[in-house]
């Protein structure tokens, strides 16, 4: 599931490829490190030819080959936790948080008088 899913990055539309820049789950620049995946880069040109003709219709035109692969490294492990978390890609959309408990105002017909204290003006 998860190879067909990072299969299918090479046939993002570009500009929504680009877009994974925006993305919560990409990898900012300053943790990035080509150099760590140097050898899975090689391996995914191999694997995706693909690969290939996107990668000559961004680099240098539109990114750096640095942040081309930032991109998509980002786009594969957030492919990979998804499988693995939750065993499908994409994730389920998140669940809607719970509404908060409103408080019932008080119904004129159905309030209850305060029960008396000993504070009470009242003369017994």
């Not at 680009?18 to 300053?30: D, G, L």
């Not at 990668?55 to 492919?79: G, Q």
């Not at 994730?91 to 204290?117: F, I, N, S, V």
Request: hydrophobic residues 40%.
């Amino acid at each position: 599931m998860a190879r067909e899913a990072i299969l299918q990055i090479s046939a993002m539309p570009r500009p929504d490829f680009i877009a994974i820049a925006k993305e919560p789950f990409c990898i900012q620049p300053a943790d990035w490190s080509f150099d760590a995946y140097h050898g899975a880069a090689a391996a995914a040109v191999q694997e995706d030819k693909g690969l290939n003709k996107m990668i000559y219709c961004l680099v240098p035109r539109k990114m750096e080959e640095t942040d081309f692969w930032r991109l998509y490294f980002s786009k594969v492990n957030y492919i990979i936790d998804s499988v693995k978390t939750f065993g499908v890609y994409p994730p389920p959309p998140p669940k809607p948080p719970p509404e908060p408990l409103k408080k019932a105002k008080p119904d004129a017909r159905t309030a209850q008088a305060a029960p008396a204290d000993e504070s009470s003006c009242l003369l017994q």
